[in-house]
């Protein structure tokens, strides 16, 4: 499976963005999806995921500000990110599996200004 995504860029603190990530070659409807990122000279972190039912879990400096969600339909996965702060600041990585996160993007980056 080939994990593409888009959407990232430079923001304002306070602004939003909304990343995309489609798959190709297969179906994800049966995969569980998440997002994760990197920020410079820190560890690889879980931001938010999705299982195939649809419900979201995210870590606790994202929530109630990301929104992550599927359209099985166009293969694709969404975060939402709202009021951006500049520790938000990373690479961005798709992530999908059946079990466990298997497949992986190549990342996108996100850069929110104060």
């Known amino acids: 499976v080939q994990l593409v995504e888009s959407g990232g860029g430079l923001v304002q603190a306070g602004g939003s963005l909304r990343l995309s990530c489609a798959a190709s070659?297969?179906?994800?409807?049966?995969?569980?999806m998440g997002w994760f990122r990197q920020a410079p000279g820190k560890e690889r972190e879980f931001v938010a995921g999705i299982r195939r039912n649809g419900d979201g879990n995210y870590a606790d400096s994202v929530k109630g500000r990301f929104t992550i969600s599927r359209d099985n339909a166009k293969n694709t996965v969404y975060l939402q990110m709202n009021s951006l702060k500049p520790e938000d600041t990373a690479v961005y990585y798709c992530?999908?599996?059946?079990?466990?996160?298997?497949?992986w993007g190549q990342g996108t980056q996100v850069t929110v200004s104060s």
């Open positions: 070659e297969r179906s994800i409807s049966n995969y569980a």
């Open positions: 992530a999908a599996g059946p079990l466990g996160y298997k497949y």
